[in-house]
Each structure stands twice: as structure tokens, then as C-alpha cells.
């Protein structure tokens, strides 16, 4: 088989590009009722290793029940079909993309009465989003309101809820500024367009949670863990404008931005990393590339059998 740019597993079958088909009518085409994971591989001194594989397994599967999405594949089916694909793909620096989506071809709306759900597993070449260097980032407050979950579950990591982070980012970046901060219906701080935040504020490392609007992210349960393996004093509560403008520190986290210092917000700026975050990058950086020991078995490596 002939391995282009992206390898990609479909519904059981590892397929070429020109074998990759979806219909003009294709319900997540039209309303984005999609349900998917971003997950790294990291080469590590034990080959190439998927970071906290079960993890996103879990929430992928828990996305799809809220939306009504039966999958054809548990969670073991789902963890052994991504590792094939890593192995497939040949590579030992990666994005994966699986993704569960309702086919068909109807414009309807209710597609789970007449849709199937198809599951897809895309391995594509990443190295990350930062060549070189500590990088850091500037974000602005976004005039768009973060979906309430009242709404749509923050949750899920469905492809439709991205429609709100896709305007916030445009107009960010129309406006000179690397990244947004999305606020939620309370006015309280919910996080980037596709990345939680950070800060640190009298030497104490503070984040929000699901209540505050937020998706979850893996990397921030990982870096807390850090945290908590390193000393570091955390707390978990709603996050205001003004932590953010009295912050000693921030950061962003997310699969592919890792942990990404910022070096404004607005009018408020940091001239330099702070000492917190950099301990947190590093350790980090170290532990899903496999030269550090993680807190828990956080690694998969592609050439073992997943359980």
C-alpha cells in the first residue's frame, strides 16, 4: 500500500487516498455532528509512544453517547485500531485525528434515527506547533462569548462546537494577536480557542474547570498532576479578568501547543517566562518524550500490545 502524507483507518480498513470517499450529503458535512480526539506520538527511548492514549479514548467515547453516536468499536477496539494506524503510518512524531461522525445522506437533523456512524483514525506528520526555541504568545480578550454548556456540553470535543473558536481565532489574529481568550456568559475567563489557561498569582498556580465552560483538556490534568508531583501549590476555581490582568504568570495548554508561556494578554505583559511555568514546560516537555518518569503510564508504545 502506498503511504501518503496522512495514513488513514476507516470503519476497520487502512485505506489510500484515492480509496477515501464521503458523500456530498454527509450529515457531519452539514451540521458538524462530529466527535473527535487530537493525541501526539512522541518518539521516546522506547520507539514511538502515544501520549495518554486511553484517555482520549475514554472522552471520545463519552462524546459520542452524549450526541447519541453508537460505535461499532469499545474502547479496546478504538485503542488497538489507533495503534495499528500509528504503526502503519511509520512515523514517530504525529498527530492523530479519530474521529466519530454521522454519515448518511440526508439533510434531516435528527441523524441518529437514520444516520450510521462511521469511525475514522487520520495519523498525519507533526513535530509541534512552536520549530525551535521557548516560544511565547499573545492573546486577547475575544468579543465572542464562549458557548455556554447550557448550549452545547463544553465537555465534548465536537466538531460543530468549533464554529465558536473558529470566529474568536480570526478575529484575533486579524487583530495582530497569536491567540484569543474566550469569556463565558458570566463574564468569568473559559479558556483559548483550543487551548486552557493558567496563571499564577502570589506564587500559586491557578485554572477553572468544566463549570467555568471549558473542555477539560488532557494536558491540563497532566500538568496539574506535574504540579502536584513537584510541589507546586494548585487551585481550581473560576479565573476573572482580573487574575488574568494581577497574574504573575500564564500559560496556555493543549495537545499541540504542549505548555506555551504568554507574553501578553491585552494590555497586560510579561517580559519574560516566570519560573513556575518554565518548570512546568520543561517537566513536561521531558515526560511525554519518554527522559522522564510520568506520574502514571501515560506512554503507549506503538510496538507493544495495548491493554
Not at 499564577?200 to 468544566?210: E, F, M
Not at 494548585?234 to 488574568?244: A, F, G, N
Request: proline share 6%.
Amino acid at each position: 500500500m502506498t503511504r501518503t502524507a496522512t495514513t488513514v483507518w476507516l470503519d476497520g480498513r487502512l485505506l489510500d487516498d484515492d480509496q477515501l470517499h464521503v458523500h456530498a450529503l454527509t450529515h457531519a458535512l452539514h451540521y458538524g455532528s462530529s466527535v473527535f480526539e487530537g493525541i501526539r506520538v512522541y518518539p521516546t527511548p522506547d520507539g514511538p509512544s502515544i501520549f495518554r492514549l486511553r484517555e482520549h479514548v475514554d472522552r471520545l467515547i463519552a462524546g459520542a453517547a452524549a450526541y447519541g453516536m453508537e460505535l461499532a468499536y469499545d474502547a479496546q477496539g478504538l485503542l488497538d485500531a489507533i495503534v495499528e494506524t500509528v504503526r502503519a503510518s511509520g512515523r514517530s512524531a504525529a498527530y492523530v485525528r479519530p474521529l466519530a461522525f454521522f454519515g448518511g445522506e440526508t439533510v434531516r437533523l435528527n441523524p441518529g434515527r437514520e444516520c450510521p456512524v462511521h469511525v475514522m483514525i487520520g495519523v498525519l506528520p507533526f513535530d509541534g506547533l512552536f520549530a525551535g526555541g521557548v516560544a511565547t504568545i499573545t492573546a486577547t480578550i475575544s468579543p465572542f462569548m464562549k458557548t455556554p454548556s447550557r448550549a452545547l456540553p463544553s465537555t465534548v470535543k465536537a466538531g460543530g462546537h468549533y464554529t465558536n473558536s473558529i470566529r474568536a481565532l480570526a478575529d484575533a489574529q486579524n487583530r495582530g494577536f497569536g491567540e484569543t481568550i474566550l469569556l463565558n456568559d458570566r463574564g468569568e475567563v473559559a479558556e483559548g480557542s483550543g487551548e486552557n489557561i493558567f496563571v499564577v498569582r502570589d506564587g500559586v498556580l491557578i485554572t477553572n474547570d468544566a463549570e467555568a465552560d471549558i473542555l477539560p483538556g488532557i494536558t491540563r490534568a497532566s500538568v496539574l498532576a506535574l504540579a502536584r508531583d513537584a510541589g507546586i501549590t494548585s487551585r481550581v476555581r473560576p479565573l476573572t479578568l482580573e487574575d488574568l490582568q494581577q497574574a504573575e504568570e500564564a500559560f496556555f495548554t493543549g495537545t499541540a501547543a504542549e505548555v506555551v508561556p504568554i507574553s501578553r494578554i491585552d494590555d497586560t505583559h510579561w517580559a519574560q517566562e516566570g519560573p513556575i511555568t518554565e518548570r512546568l514546560r520543561t517537566t513536561y516537555h521531558a515526560v511525554v518524550r519518554g527522559e522522564r518518569a510520568a506520574p502514571g503510564p501515560w506512554l503507549t508504545p506503538v510496538g507493544t500490545q495495548v491493554s
